[in-house]
T-cell receptor, first 112, second 113 residues
Framework: NAGVTQTPKFQVLKTGQSMTLQCAQD?????MSWYRQDPGMGLRLIHY???????DQGEVPNGYNVSRSTTEDFPLRLLSAAPSQTSVYFC???????????FGPGTRLTVL | KQEVTQIPAALSVPEGENLVLNCSFT??????LQWFRQDPGKGLTSLLL?????REQTSGRLNASLDKSSGRSTLYIAASQPGDSATYLC????????????FGKGTKLSVKP
């Protein structure tokens, strides 16, 4: 199993550009989520999904959009990038929300 | 507000020492607690998951304990090795199986040869 994969590993955007961070898992996990990690702030939940077709907001959802059309994929869309969205983004998955979470390797995003 | 605190923020020990990392949480009504390891520039690796009904979990040289009444969890690392050097994160889940994980800011551990 590849586990949780994320692409790209690194990305530089200009303010106002849009992009999609990709996340995929091959473990047939129902629960997937997106976090951002900032220095001194810890990890914060952006959006999560409990299954295909179901998504919900986390702690810091503004400026981000998600959809879940398949069990395997959970892309995160930045609608209009802002410097405040410079961060490292992690995708995670588990069999259920309360079970052991598995994390991807992260995407380091810089918005100029 | 539900908060998770990890003290100290950084710890340096000589190789071979047994050590304890601390995690405290403000609300004792947790669903479960998970310890992670994060190497520089990498993702998080799950170490141990403790359900609210459990007191401890063990994996190899690692032992995690949970005391809900005092709002504390500890991660015990036996016979530390330089390869244990990493940042250790504690995360608490509230609100049942669909609740969100609240992360601490981590303890950066350095084990000197």
């Amino acid at each position: 199993n590849a586990g949780v994969t994320q692409t790209p590993k690194f990305q530089v955007l200009k303010t106002g550009q849009s992009m999609t961070l990709q996340c995929a898992q091959d473990m047939n996990h129902e629960y997937m989520s997106w976090y951002r990690q900032d220095p001194g702030m810890g990890l914060r939940l952006i959006h999560y999904s409990v299954g295909a077709g179901i998504t919900d907001q986390g702690e810091v959802p503004n400026g981000y959009n998600v959809s879940r059309s398949t069990t395997e994929d959970f892309p995160l869309r930045l609608l209009s990038a802002a410097p405040s969205q410079t961060s490292v983004y992690f995708c995670a998955s588990s069999y259920g929300g309360g079970n052991e979470q598995f994390f991807g390797p992260g995407t380091r995003l810089t918005v100029l | 507000k539900q908060e998770v605190t990890q003290i100290p923020a950084a710890l340096s020990v000589p190789e071979g020492e047994n050590l304890v990392l601390n995690c405290s949480f403000t609300d004792s009504a947790i669903y479960n607690l998970q310890w992670f390891r994060q190497d520089p520039g990498k993702g998080l690796t799950s170490l141990l998951l403790i359900q609210s009904s459990q007191r401890e979990q063990t994996s190899g040289r690692l032992n995690a304990s949970l005391d809900k009444s005092s709002g504390r969890s500890t991660l015990y690392i036996a016979a530390s090795q330089p390869g244990d050097s990493a940042t250790y994160l504690c995360a608490v889940r509230y609100g049942g199986s669909q609740g969100n994980l609240i992360f601490g800011k981590g303890t950066k551990l350095s084990v000197k040869p």
